[in-house]
C-alpha cells in the first residue's frame, strides 16, 4: 500500500490508475479508523479496482473550544487497517498542504450549511465542503464513500456535487453499530464505562422511531414525542437536536414518509454524539 503526503503525489497515482482503464475510488477520513471506516473501505474496494483512504484531521470543521487538538490520531493503526479493508493507497498530508499560507478560497453550500449540525456548529460544513472539494480535486475519483451517520453532512456535499458538477458519484453507506446498537463513532473512544451505557439511549430512540413508524404512525409530533420520551429515561443525556426531515433540504417536515430523515444529536457528559435512520429504509 503506497503512502502519498502532496496533492501533486496523489493526483499523478489516481491518473496513472485511470489511464489504464481503471476506476479509482476515495474514502475521506480524519482517522482514527474503525469498523464503519472499515466497511467504507471495503464497499470501495468492492466498487472500485483502486481504493484510496485520507487520513486528516480537518482543523477548519472544529469550531472554538472543540476537541481538534484531543482528536485521535493513530497513522500506524489506521494504516493497517485501511490495508486489511482493502485500501489501496493512503492519502496522509499536512494542514500546510492542503491550505497553503495566504489560503483565502473556502466552498459553502448556503441554506442546507446552517441546519441540524450546522446549526449547532457554525461553520462546521463550510470546512467539511471546503476539505472535501480540496480531496476530490486532489484524488480525481470516480466515486466517493460516505457513511450515513453524518446525514446532514451527506445532505450538504450531495448539493455541493450537483451545484459544482463534479465528476463524482457519491456512495452513500449504512451506519455500522456495535452489537448493542450504539453507531460507530471516533469519539466513543472518549466515553467512560457510565457515559457508554448512557449513550446507548440514543440509538434506543432511533428504535423507538422506526418502531413506531412501522406501526403506522406518521405524525412528527408522535414521531418526535416518541423518540424525547425515550431519551428521558436518561436524563444525563442533554439533547443539542431533535429533528424529522426532508433529507435533501434538512428541512422540518410535518409528515414522515419512507425516506424522511430522524436525526439527533446529544452530549452525554462533554462528548457529542450523532445518530439518524432514514425511515422506511431500515434493515
Not at 476530490?136 to 450537483?162: C, I, N, S, T
Amino acid at each position: 500500500m503506497e503512502t502519498f503526503r502532496t496533492v501533486e503525489e496523489l493526483r499523478r497515482w489516481s491518473r496513472a490508475q485511470h489511464a489504464v482503464g481503471l476506476t479509482v475510488g476515495l474514502v475521506p477520513t480524519m482517522g482514527a479508523l474503525h469498523a464503519g471506516h472499515a466497511s467504507l473501505i471495503h464497499t470501495a474496494a468492492l466498487r472500485c479496482q483502486r481504493v484510496v483512504t485520507s487520513l486528516f484531521v480537518n482543523p477548519t470543521q472544529f469550531g472554538p473550544n472543540e476537541d481538534y487538538d484531543k482528536y485521535p490520531r493513530r497513522f500506524e493503526a489506521d494504516c493497517a487497517l485501511a490495508a486489511q479493508a482493502g485500501a489501496s493507497a493512503i492519502f496522509a498530508p499536512t494542514a500546510a498542504e492542503i491550505y497553503p499560507a495566504g489560503a483565502a478560497t473556502f466552498v459553502e453550500v448556503e441554506g442546507l450549511s446552517s441546519r441540524l449540525d450546522g446549526q449547532s456548529r457554525p461553520g462546521h460544513f463550510r470546512g467539511v465542503t471546503t476539505v472535501v472539494t480540496k480531496l476530490l480535486l486532489a484524488a480525481e475519483p470516480d466515486y466517493a464513500f460516505f457513511g450515513q451517520k453524518d446525514a446532514a453532512q451527506v445532505a450538504v456535499l450531495r448539493r455541493m456535487v450537483e451545484d459544482l458538477r463534479l465528476a463524482v458519484e457519491l456512495v452513500v453507506c449504512p451506519i455500522v453499530r456495535e452489537a448493542d446498537g450504539l453507531a460507530l463513532s471516533s469519539r466513543n473512544s472518549y466515553l467512560s464505562a457510565s457515559e457508554r451505557k448512557q449513550a446507548l439511549v440514543l440509538s434506543h430512540a432511533v428504535r423507538a422511531v422506526e418502531a413506531t413508524f412501522a406501526a403506522g404512525e406518521r405524525a412528527r409530533t408522535a414521531l418526535l414525542n416518541v423518540a424525547r420520551k425515550t431519551l428521558s429515561t436518561e436524563p444525563a443525556v442533554k439533547l443539542d437536536y431533535l429533528e424529522l426531515v426532508d433529507w435533501k433540504t434538512l428541512l422540518p417536515v410535518a409528515t414522515a414518509a419512507s425516506g424522511t430523515l430522524f436525526a439527533l444529536a446529544a452530549y452525554v457528559g462533554p462528548t457529542r454524539l450523532i445518530d439518524n435512520t432514514v425511515l422506511g429504509e431500515q434493515g
